[in-house]
């Protein structure tokens, strides 16, 4: 059947969310070592999960859509290619137009894991519109959280201004030093996270609830 509305997408998308925090967080998970004890890439294992919920986007027209509680709700994975957030959206899908329903807002979810306890964003920022799902893969735990957790939007907005000060910078630099040198500087943005997941968020059950709150609301 098809969703009837805004209240039942939203409990759907959070009864997701709340299998892979439960699936995950089972240290004996067989997706969390993968098969054959193989590491697979951390979004993957979240795959799965979706796929038990929603059929992928791309396979609308030729799946049966039968052994899905709502028809009409797919998910996207990596929608802006490999290299740029989110790994996967969560949305309203109308298959008569072929189209996203903007009615509903879709879920954003970009997935991390590492060893240290500090996810890689590499020359991402974490975004307050993102539910972040970070594996810690020697402890065995997972966070599910808001992008405003480990940054708020002021220290977010001053370091696009200091990014774009360097690149105005940049181009000076290479205007009037490197004008006839046949190479050029380019300043590449790269965000480090300083603390570790459990000295930031202290409870995570508390954290994945205001996410799911957020949803709600």
Known sequence: ??????????????????????????????????????EQP?????????????IEK??????????YK??????????????????????????????????????KIECKSSKNGKPIWNCSIPDEDTIYIYYHTQKKVVYIFNGNEIISNEKKTEIIKFNEDIKKLCIEFNKTKLSNANMSYYPRQMINQTKTMDKIIID??????????????
Do not use: H, W
Not at 10 to 33: G, R, T
Not at 46 to 52: Q, S
Not at 78 to 98: A, H, L, M, V, Y
């Open 70 to 107: 709502y028809t009409n709700i797919v998910y996207e994975y990596q929608p802006n290619g490999s290299q740029k957030p989110p790994d996967f959206i969560i949305c309203c899908f109308d298959k008569d137009k072929n189209e996203i329903n903007n009615n509903y807002k879709p879920i």
């Open 1 to 38: 059947m098809a969703i009837a509305n805004k209240d039942e997408y939203n409990k759907f998308s959070i009864s997701i969310l709340d299998k892979i925090f439960n699936s995950i967080n089972k240290e004996e998970n067989e997706k969390i070592i993968g098969n054959k004890n193989k």
């Open 58 to 67: 791309k396979n609308i027209s030729k799946a049966d859509l039968t052994k």
């Open 42 to 54: 951390y979004e993957l294992k979240v795959k799965d999960i979706l796929d038990e919920y929603c």
């Open 204 to 217: 995570r059950e508390k954290s994945f609830n205001d996410v799911k709150n957020k949803i709600l609301n």
